[in-house]
């Protein structure tokens, strides 16, 4: 059974620091682009980081960049993203994709809430 499954998420203070875990299970992640996004209320999903099967090819959106990092380990099949320095703004519903040709795999979503 294919499941992505996201970790990590929580109430943390402006600048504070959270890392998310995205876990896979039932293929193997090698091959996949990964992606993290996350969808604050009201608002639609934004890509937030991804990163290549390559593991060196990564993007970020402007409003993340120098703050969060987003890393894989294919041997575990775990992604993760570390996350810094963090804004209200940074408040929403992270979610981890995978993706590879026309497999799309999302997770459920782990809650970030940066407020003092």
């Known amino acids: 059974q294919v499941q992505v499954v996201e970790s990590g998420g929580g109430v943390v203070q402006p600048g504070g620091s959270l890392r998310l875990s995205c876990e896979a299970s039932g293929f193997s992640i090698g091959m996949y682009t990964m992606s993290w996004y996350r969808q604050a209320p009201g608002k639609e999903r934004e890509l937030v980081a991804r990163i290549l099967s390559d593991a060196l090819t990564i993007s970020y959106a402007d409003s993340v960049k120098d703050r969060f990092t987003i890393s894989r380990n294919n041997a575990i099949n775990i992604v993760n993203l570390q996350m810094n320095s963090l804004q209200p703004e940074d408040t929403g519903l992270y979610f981890c994709?995978?993706?590879?040709?026309?497999?799309?795999?999302w997770g459920q979503g782990t809650q970030v809430t940066v407020s003092s």
């Open positions: 994709n995978a993706h590879r040709s026309m497999n799309d795999y």
